[in-house]
């Protein structure tokens, strides 16, 4: 029997805590993955975002993964936003009042052992990702924590 990562169990009891009060969670990473950075929001509307990085011994290098729940509904299929062979450190996650997602993380720029890191962005709206993911940092030897995001 396959077990949950920590990190896992820890995205399966935070999705429970926030869709109902005796909600069973769910879990949306792929059985067998290892799970990091899990980072969750709810919007004003209801929509919940669950990012995180996904590693795979059946894929070269980290993905950064994101699913969405509307308001009452269950979490549909993870989308892939990036894959990469570079070293992704954290996700951030928030959503706007009109169930917009925004998801940030940073990565290795190019992708090798001590490149410079950058944080990327990447928004989905209601039909999935907007477009390609954005570079919002110039590269830089190091990054103090993981990137913030607010959205009011």
């Known amino acids: ?12 009891t935070a999705i429970a805590a926030v869709t109902s009060p005796v909600a069973a969670g769910q879990i949306v990473s792929r059985p067998g993955a290892r799970v990091t950075t ?3 929001a709810v919007g004003d509307d209801g929509t919940r975002s669950l990012a995180w990085i996904q590693s ?10 994101v699913a969405t ?6 979490f549909g299929v993870p989308r892939v936003l990036a894959s990469t062979s570079a070293a992704v450190g954290t ?3 928030a959503v706007t009042p009109r169930g917009t997602t925004v998801v940030l993380w940073t ?7 001590g490149a ?3 944080v990327w962005a990447e928004t989905l709206g209601r039909r999935g990702p907007a477009g390609r ?3 919002l940092t110039l590269p830089t030897s190091s990054i103090d924590g993981a990137p913030v995001l607010a959205i009011g």
Request: no cysteine; glycine share 4%; aromatic share 4%.
């Open 1 to 12: 029997m396959l077990r949950p990562s920590p990190a896992a169990f820890l995205v399966a």
């Open 116 to 118: 410079p890191v950058v």
């Open 133 to 135: 993911p954005v570079v």
């Open 91 to 93: 996700v951030a996650v």
């Open 38 to 40: 899990p980072a969750l």
């Open 56 to 65: 795979s011994p059946h894929v070269d290098g980290p993905r950064v993964m």
């Open 69 to 74: 729940a509307r308001a009452g509904r269950a």
């Open 107 to 113: 990565a290795e720029s190019p992708p090798f052992q």
